[in-house]
């Protein structure tokens, strides 16, 4: 199997629960926290693609403070919608769980056994 990488917010109840079911699955896998490490834009264009999204805003979190904030509800420009998640990464959904050239939202976590199968 190829190994996995998991977007990780510790903080997060469903990325810790998404991130456990990875290890009693027992598959190799990279961890990384994107909060530390913000992603580039380009991660995020190849993500959204590995995801099968059309708009970046569907990998936001949209009832976040900084969404409203920064009125990105209004925003019609993707690659400014990216430059916020570039920005702001607490704007990206999580957990995201990738594997070759698919990628999930891991939500419910559930979902990471569907995609291990």
Not at 5 to 11: L, M
Request: proline residues 5%; aromatic residues 4%; hydrophobic residues 35%.
């Amino acid at each position: 199997m190829q190994n996995l990488v998991i977007w990780h917010n510790p903080r997060c109840s469903k990325s810790r629960q998404a991130l456990s079911l990875l290890d009693e699955s027992g598959v190799e896998k990279e961890v990384v926290k994107y909060l530390e490490v913000s992603p580039t834009k380009e991660q995020l264009k190849e993500l959204l693609k590995k995801l099968g999204f059309e708009s970046a805003r569907e990998l936001m979190r949209t009832k976040e403070d900084i969404y409203k904030e920064l009125n990105l509800k209004e925003e019609t420009d993707e690659q400014k919608l990216i430059e916020a998640m570039v920005q702001h990464p607490k704007l990206i959904e999580r957990p995201v769980i990738i594997k070759g050239d698919k990628a999930i939202i891991a939500r419910p976590p559930e979902r990471v056994e569907e995609f291990l199968a």
